[in-house]
């Protein structure tokens, strides 16, 4: 009896995890084509973001989706939406961000949105992806001034590609997780339903077998000090259902003296925008406008 119940406990948590790193290309299209609404251009239009629409190309062959509005003040930001989102998350994001004069450049991570891929890495290939932006605007601009902000995922993935690129001058990460073993209990009961002992354990082992490497690989606790001196903002809410909130603590100290957390007890994942608009608009406008802009001036000089 205990091992029928083994075999079919390593059955239902391999299909969670299998789901778990898959996104099936043709029903996200189906999604925009019964949800016109969502499409993120048709977002952009009714945030009044003025975009080109653009493919790029990732070193490993992928062609991505992405949406881009040209500096009026010299630096740009690449924005990178959640798990299982797609850009239209972060379109009132950079409309803000535009309205103060940023770039902005916002792209579907592959296996999401309008870009190629079906499989999702939490980071481990989606580098290239940043990568690809990166170089996107380096064709445009000389010697560009480049900020990131990411939301939930795109946080963890912002941390990670920062750390490996030192063009990056700037992240703002908002509720990110530390890691995903950190935070996988979360991650289950929100995204499968199911309780995370004894399963989120198995979903992580099966999920980490069928990516082929260890998660650990792409923790932000683990790679966040090599971002230093650079500045990072790092914004949490208390009352996070998707991701350890004392994840963002971890990573305020893993950092040190060049980040800064902004912590509201309150707040569930990535509100900030929507509950505190005000404050997230000085505070966000602020960190860039220190640290992108006085940048640009510094180089000119």
């Not at 029928?4 to 189906?30: E, G």
Request: net charge neutral; glycine share 6%; charged share 15%.
């Amino acid at each position: 009896m205990a091992l029928l119940v083994l075999v079919f406990l390593c059955i239902m948590t391999s299909r969670h995890a299998n789901r778990l790193i898959s996104s099936s290309q043709v029903k996200r299209q189906q999604h925009y084509v019964t949800h016109p609404e969502l499409h993120p251009e048709f977002i952009a239009e009714q945030q009044q973001l003025e975009t080109t629409p653009l493919s790029l190309t990732t070193s490993d062959g992928l062609h991505l989706y992405a949406l881009y509005k040209a500096s009026h003040n010299g630096a740009v930001i690449i924005l990178s939406h959640g798990y299982k989102m797609d850009c239209g998350e972060m379109i009132p994001i950079a409309a803000l961000l535009a309205k103060h004069g940023y770039g902005v450049l916002l792209l579907d991570q592959r296996g999401h949105g309008h870009s190629d891929g079906e499989l999702i890495s939490f980071g481990y290939h989606e580098w290239r992806d940043l990568e690809a932006a990166m170089d996107f605007l380096h064709q445009q601009i000389d010697d560009p001034i480049v900020g990131l902000f990411g939301n939930s995922m795109g946080g963890a993935l912002a941390l990670c590609y920062a750390a490996r690129d030192q063009r990056i001058a700037a992240v703002v990460a908002q509720s990110p997780y530390a890691s995903i073993a950190h935070s996988i209990n979360k991650g289950v009961r929100r995204f499968s339903d199911l309780p995370p002992f004894p399963f989120a354990p198995l979903i992580h082992h099966f999920a980490q077998r069928k990516l082929g490497f260890n998660t650990a690989s792409v923790a932000p606790i683990n790679t966040i000090v090599t971002i230093s001196p650079r500045p990072i903002m790092l914004m949490m809410g208390g009352q996070d259902r998707h991701v350890e909130p004392d994840g963002a603590f971890q990573l305020r100290q893993a950092a040190g003296n060049n980040a800064q957390l902004w912590y509201e007890p309150h707040l569930s994942h990535v509100e900030f925008f929507q509950k505190l608009p005000l404050a997230f608009e000085q505070k966000i406008i602020s960190f860039y406008n220190e640290h992108l802009l006085n940048f640009s001036q510094t180089k000119q000089l």
